[in-house]
């Protein structure tokens, strides 16, 4: 589909030290997009010419914890210095360990002092990183190119999206509750008296002039048990939610806790995020007659955008070898 674009930020799991693009990378592609569009509004109708497309930025960032509006107290010293300790990852394979709480009893090859940022959304704080994939779509809800959506039509079309992904790329059955995000139930049902609910994929959006802003993040094989030097979940209570659990598509398909940064894992991410776009853009419902609207060379474009992230601090994170710890 002409009038779509796709940028996907590189990283390097299977590396000896893995290296992923920062979080805060991520967010300055993400502010080039939205101002393209923003500027595009900005223009008096006569004069706006064709509208920039829609994009989708999708990526695996170093770890990061990012902190959502209700988070008015400031972090304390002694919790910043927990998150920003050390967290140690695996380059093994998740078929090499196929236990889901084994994760403490993995070699200790690298490790990552994860970031602390604040995002633009709602919420308390959550964790991104290696093993999941996030999902940013840059779109303006107003557009002529597609369908108008309301602040709730365009989360549900997330939600919608993620599920249907989750759904094809494994059989996962996922579904939606009173809070944000998407869910799968113990057994893959999604009915289920008593089955406990676990988080699987974390939604957060943020509008300036109905552009869109953040999105999803899916966990894929991101560490859901095991102590704190290795499950990064054990040093916050996710989204503010203490009654419900966090958990990934290796531990539902019965493959490992997934505290590897694999090619397996590149691999996996790569599959779900062309089938989220293919997705996404099936539910976007782009007019029939969109191409013409855009007079656009799509090859050109992402040139041009480009030249302009060659001017943004893009330098990877990688990780440390153990060895650090040791002088």
């Given at each position: 589909?002409?009038?779509?674009?796709?940028?996907?930020l590189h990283s390097n799991p299977g590396a000896l030290l893995p290296q992923f693009p920062s979080y805060v990378?991520?967010?300055?592609?993400?502010t080039v997009l939205q101002q393209e569009l923003l500027a595009w509004k900005a223009r008096p109708p006569s004069?706006?010419?064709?509208?920039?497309?829609?994009?989708?930025?999708?990526?695996?960032?170093?770890?990061?914890?990012?902190?959502?509006?209700?988070?008015?107290?400031?972090?304390?010293?002694?919790?910043?210095?927990?998150?920003?300790?050390?967290?140690?990852?695996?380059?093994?394979?998740?078929?090499?360990?196929?236990?889901?709480?084994?994760?403490?009893?993995?070699?200790?090859?690298?490790?990552?002092?994860?970031?602390?940022?604040?995002?633009?959304?709602?919420?308390?704080?959550?964790?991104?990183?290696?093993?999941?994939?996030?999902?940013?779509?840059?779109?303006?809800?107003?557009?002529?190119?597609?369908?108008?959506?309301?602040?709730?039509?365009?989360?549900?079309?997330?939600?919608?999206?993620?599920?249907?992904?989750?759904?094809?790329?494994?059989?996962?059955?996922?579904?939606?509750?009173?809070?944000?995000?998407v869910w799968v139930r113990s057994g893959g049902s999604r009915r289920g008296a008593g089955a406990e609910e676990?988080?699987?994929?974390?939604?957060?959006?943020?509008?300036?002039?109905?552009?869109?802003?953040?999105?999803?993040?899916?966990?894929?094989?991101?560490?859901?048990?095991?102590?704190?030097?290795?499950?990064?979940?054990?040093?916050?209570?996710?989204?503010?939610?203490?009654?419900?659990?966090?958990?990934?598509?290796?531990?539902?398909?019965?493959?490992?806790?997934?505290?590897?940064?694999?090619?397996?894992?590149?691999?996996?991410?790569?599959?779900?995020?062309?089938?989220?776009?293919?997705?996404?853009?099936?539910?976007?419902?782009?007019?029939?007659?969109?191409?013409?609207?855009?007079?656009?060379?799509?090859?050109?474009?992402?040139?041009?955008?480009?030249?302009?992230?060659?001017?943004?601090?893009?330098?990877?994170?990688?990780?440390?070898?153990?060895?650090?710890?040791?002088?």
């Open positions: 589909m002409a009038v779509f674009r796709y940028l996907s990378f991520a967010s300055q592609v993400q004069s706006r010419g064709p509208p920039p497309p829609p994009s989708l930025i999708c990526f695996t960032p170093a770890p990061t914890y990012t902190l959502g509006r209700r988070q008015a107290e400031p972090l304390s010293e002694s919790e910043v210095a927990q998150l920003r300790s050390p967290l140690f990852v695996s380059t093994s394979s998740p078929r090499d360990a196929r236990i889901a709480g084994d994760a403490d009893r993995r070699p200790k090859s690298a490790f990552f002092l994860p970031a602390i940022d604040h995002a633009p959304r709602g919420g308390l704080a959550t964790y991104h990183g290696p093993g999941q994939l996030v999902v940013w779509p840059v779109i303006d809800l107003h557009s002529p190119l597609h369908q108008h959506l309301t602040v709730r039509d365009y989360a549900c079309l997330l939600e919608k999206t993620t599920i249907a992904a989750l759904e094809k790329q494994w059989g996962l059955a996922g579904f939606t509750t009173e809070n944000p995000g676990r988080k699987i994929a974390a939604l957060g959006v943020h509008l300036r002039r109905h552009v869109t802003g953040l999105g999803v993040a899916i966990n894929y094989s991101t560490p859901v048990a095991g102590p704190a030097e290795t499950n990064p979940w054990a040093r916050i209570v996710a989204c503010g939610l203490e009654d419900r659990g966090v958990t990934n598509a290796c531990v539902e398909l019965g493959l490992s806790s997934g505290n590897d940064n694999s090619n397996d894992d590149k691999s996996a991410l790569e599959s779900l995020a062309d089938t989220w776009s293919s997705e996404f853009q099936k539910r976007l419902k782009i007019h029939p007659d969109a191409d013409s609207m855009v007079s656009f060379d799509a090859a050109q474009s992402l040139k041009d955008l480009d030249a302009q992230f060659k001017h943004l601090a893009d330098s990877p994170v990688r990780a440390y070898p153990v060895s650090n710890l040791q002088t």
